[in-house]
């Protein structure tokens, strides 16, 4: 210090966070509860911890790439060697971040323990799930500028409804055969809807509550004779699960008798064309084989349905989770077809797999194993999460992160939140909606972009609601 002012060349010292030492032992499952859940608030607070973190993953991203090891070999010089020349290509990007010692240290030690963790043959020991900590609950997500965005948003998608209940995916930049899934996004949403914002004035003014009713109406209207919702074509398991999950939360949310035979045909339906392997895949192909993909929307509708009282759906589900294991590689990651098949990448199967798993609870018969290294790989995405560029995959994450024990969990940090907000269109006619700029955003247009935004945002909502569900089942 020099004249009370902070030396330059001691700002690195200064900006590093104590707190980043327990990075190890959290990823390890070795903290004592209440410690672990104390690091797990200050990363909601502490944006260093958060980089320090983010950093070690990419790193251990490249060091992963590595060939297995056998058994006999010395991993220390490999992981040595391994890491200085990763940490050499990093340190162009982060040259400040790597400035600080303590936090390059914690890089360095979270490195070679994680990679040992994840790369010695034989582990299998699953980390302590700590006990909920005795604290208060959490603020619900949509807490600060996010929930004005959240209230555009279902006015928006309240506005651009067409009059029989649907969305139309053509009109806005969409592909119509997914109009029924859109549907169902859409009243997912506007399920979240706490305040049921006002609406404007004028004729054609809409409200959320009455766009919901209108969207019940028009998907039970396209159900068939067999169950499934809308037309039979290779994605129709897609617009049919999805469709089930709105309408069996809506049963949830508002129990309307009406609704209950209409769920129970679309059960049946979903227990029919699922296969021997136990997962779901597309339509009309002999041999089609199930994919991750389309196996966590029939499966979370089973769980929810099941938690909700309708019985008869264990061997369904079982099967569901059967397919889970089997996707399942050693670093808990859940391929498309097979361990190891990362077909459309390897960043979204996790987060929907482990949705399915946090709303079972207890009764998921996944392997215990198989469910910590799941729930770990969850865990370290949110820390470590990417920005935009994929709201599908940030939903499943959201939603998962949002559903783990409260001595495990993430909460989304705020300012991830915020910055969501912040891209939402803000004048003109499509005040309230985003644009369809993601990767899926040519095929479900700006009411898929809008729905699985506002689903974000509301996330610590409905994460609260289907909670309730569970501990019920």
Avoid at 101 to 112: F, H, P, R, Y
Wanted: aromatic share 6%; proline share 7%.
């Amino acid at each position: 210090m020099r004249g009370g002012n902070l030396d330059p060349r001691e700002e690195p010292e200064k900006l590093a966070c104590a707190m980043s030492a327990n990075a190890v032992a959290f990823i390890q499952g070795e903290l004592l509860p209440e410690t672990a859940a104390r690091f797990v608030r200050h990363l909601d607070e502490c944006a260093h911890c958060r980089d320090e973190v983010r950093g070690a993953s990419e790193v251990l991203g490249r060091l992963a790439a590595l060939p297995e090891p056998c058994e006999e070999i010395d991993l220390a010089p490999r992981v040595m060697t391994a890491f200085a020349r990763a940490l050499a290509t990093e340190s162009a990007r982060r040259t400040r971040r790597l400035r600080a010692l303590s936090g390059a240290v914690a890089a360095l030690v979270l490195a070679a323990a994680a990679l040992a963790w994840l790369r010695v043959p034989g582990r299998t020991n699953a980390p302590a799930e700590p006990a909920p900590p005795p604290a208060a609950p959490a603020a619900p997500a949509t807490v600060g500028a996010s929930a004005g965005a959240t209230a555009d948003a279902l006015l928006w998608l309240a506005r651009a409804q067409e009059p029989s209940g649907a969305w139309s995916a053509s009109r806005w930049g969409g592909r119509p055969e997914y109009d029924i899934a859109l549907t169902g996004l859409a009243l997912l949403a506007l399920l979240n809807d706490a305040t049921e914002a006002a609406p404007t004035e004028g004729r054609d003014a809409a409200t959320p509550r009455a766009a919901r009713e209108r969207a019940r109406a028009y998907l039970l209207s396209t159900q068939g004779s067999d169950g499934r919702f809308g037309p039979e074509f290779a994605a129709a398991p897609y617009n049919h699960s999805i469709a089930a999950v709105a309408l069996i939360e809506s049963f949830g949310c508002s129990p309307e008798e009406s609704l209950r035979a209409p769920i129970d045909r679309a059960l049946a339906y979903i227990c029919a064309t699922q296969s021997p392997a136990g997962g779901w895949g597309y339509l009309g192909s002999p041999g089609e084989e199930p994919n991750t993909a389309l196996t966590c929307w029939p499966l979370q509708a089973l769980v929810l349905a099941r938690a909700l009282g309708r019985p008869g759906l264990d061997d369904a589900v079982r099967g569901g989770f059967a397919h889970l294991a089997r996707v399942a590689d050693a670093r808990g990651r859940l391929g498309y077809r097979r361990a190891g098949d990362f077909l459309y990448g390897e960043d979204t199967l996790a987060p929907m797999g482990a949705l399915c798993v946090l709303l079972a609870r207890d009764a998921s018969p996944l392997p215990r194993d198989v469910r910590a290294r799941l729930l770990d790989t969850v865990m370290l995405a949110g820390v470590a999460r990417k920005n935009g560029g994929d709201l599908y995959r940030d939903f499943f994450l959201t939603a998962a992160l949002e559903a783990l024990p409260p001595g495990r969990g993430a909460r989304v940090p705020e300012d991830a939140l915020r910055a969501l907000a912040a891209r939402q269109v803000r004048a003109g006619a499509e005040r309230g909606s985003w644009e369809p700029r993601d990767r899926w955003g040519s095929a479900g247009g700006r009411v898929y972009v809008t729905s699985v935004a506002a689903l974000i945002l509301t996330a610590g909502e409905r994460a609260e609601r289907l909670s309730r569900w569970a501990a019920r089942s």
